[in-house]
Nanobody
Framework: VQLQASGGGLVQPGGSLRLSCAASGRVNAMGWYRQAPGKQRELVAIIDNGGSTNYADSVKGRFTISRDNAKNTVALQMNSLKPEDTAVYYC?????????WGKGTLVTVSS
């Protein structure tokens, strides 16, 4: 399975961005992780193929994860962005017990 992510960029604090990721095959859970400079990679949000979601406390109420099972895609709508959301964001998918990672997309929140 290959994952292709898109949608990163530069945005001002309080702004919004939408990340998208397409999987080349059918997958089970999909999610987004991020890694800020000097920090470990951390979970942002995940969604299973039934639509159940889980979010990091730091993004609850601001970020929304969604998926289209028919298209094998997952999206992350990020609102009210803060400078501390600046990181490389990675798409992630689980398929038959194997974890796949996409190439990261940089999100920079700065004025």
């Amino acid at each position: 399975v290959q994952l292709q992510a898109s949608g990163g960029g530069l945005v001002q604090p309080g702004g919004s961005l939408r990340l998208s990721c397409a999987a080349s095959g059918r997958v089970n859970a999909m999610g987004w992780y991020r890694q800020a400079p000097g920090k470990q990679r951390e979970l942002v949000a995940i969604i299973d193929n039934g639509g159940s979601t889980n979010y990091a406390d730091s993004v609850k109420g601001r970020f929304t994860i969604s998926r289209d099972n028919a298209k094998n895609t997952v999206a992350l709508q990020m609102n009210s962005l803060k400078p501390e959301d600046t990181a490389v964001y990675y798409c992630n998918a689980l398929s038959w017990g194997v974890i796949y990672w996409g190439k990261g997309t940089l999100v920079t929140v700065s004025s």
